[in-house]
């Protein structure tokens, strides 16, 4: 590889500059301005290998892959070890459905960092694009040994799992999934409707029901049940029973909590003035405000999830 030949530290810094804006003008929808900032910012620096990748990235976003590709591989000829520039080429391939040389791309990085849990993840992706399900979950499950805290694979581990006919393995790990990213419904939806195919919780969900037509005041009973309609999928049904235990008890705090975080989690921008509503206080009561914060931490947003019906 040649080396670098010494050039103005601000001239650098400018391509620096215009690389971050290209990327901002990306983020709003001027792609034509992107290009024109990314264009000064490698013309400038085209050593930079970091700014060459963005570069790349932003051409396999919008669609150009032929062109991405290209980037990708001239960038590799200068620098065989850029492992970025590797995932982000086969990345481009896996789009224009080159499968087998994707992987081979992938497999690469991993003869270099054979322990990272972004690489095993997307190496995993497409072993089963490739039609290789047992290598796939191999791969998702060594990811997890490095990184279990990693919802993306927990949901892509369980997806695998419940196509191939696993449910009960595919169950644990879209519930770590729903856990771990409150915002993601694609993993909650999926495992309560696990649940619901297995029967999980239908004579819970029944007792609940008798409880309810014979005690319909009863503030507990609208708790548990809204519990069992998140943690089963049915988020509107469980807000109106959270809502329900609010309203005739405002001092319960769990169903406070509960209300709010599923509010928060489903993407509403109103949970203070919704809490307020049903509790009888202002949006900008201190109560009201702790309560909305606390609802916000990733445990009360998934408070269904750890409650124990058995």
């Not at 032929?66 to 960038?75: G, K, L, N, P, T």
């Not at 969900?205 to 999928?233: D, F, M, N, Q, W």
């Amino acid at each position: 590889m040649s080396e670098k030949e010494e050039g103005d530290p601000l001239e650098d810094c400018e391509a620096m500059y215009h690389m971050v804006v290209a990327e901002v003008l990306r983020e709003m929808g001027y792609h034509d301005r992107a290009e024109e900032s990314f264009m000064k910012a490698v013309s400038m620096d085209p050593w930079n290998m970091a700014i060459r990748v963005r570069y790349g990235a932003f051409l396999a976003h919008t669609g150009r892959l032929e062109a991405a590709v290209s980037e990708f591989e001239r960038i590799l000829d200068l620098e065989p070890g850029n492992i970025t520039a590797r995932l982000n080429l086969s990345q481009a391939l896996e789009r224009y459905g080159m499968y087998d040389r994707a992987l081979a791309e992938v497999f690469h990085c991993l003869r270099r960092e054979p322990d990272s849990p972004t690489l095993l993840h997307a190496y995993g992706r497409l072993q089963e694009q490739c039609g290789h399900p047992h290598e796939a979950a191999a791969c998702y499950a060594e990811a997890l040994l490095s990184d279990d805290d990693n919802h993306a694979v927990h949901f892509d581990l369980g997806m695998l799992l419940l196509e191939n006919g696993d449910a009960r393995g595919a169950e644990e790990e879209l519930r770590m999934a729903a856990i771990q990213d409150p915002g993601d419904l694609a993993a909650a939806c999926t495992y309560g409707k696990i649940l619901e195919d297995q029967g999980r919780y239908a004579d819970t969900e029944a007792r609940l029901r008798r409880l309810l037509s014979v005690e319909p005041s009863l503030p507990t009973a609208h708790y548990r049940y809204g519990l069992l309609l998140e943690r089963t999928g049915r988020f509107d049904e469980a807000l109106d029973h959270y809502a329900t235990a609010v309203r005739l008890c405002p001092d319960d705090r769990d169903a406070c909590l509960s209300y709010a975080g599923l509010l928060s989690r489903l993407g509403n921008k109103d949970v203070e003035s919704r809490l307020a509503d049903l509790i009888g206080l202002s949006p900008d009561d201190g109560i009201v405000l702790e309560l909305a914060a606390e609802a916000e931490e990733p445990e009360n947003m998934q408070r269904a999830y750890y409650y124990h019906f058995e």
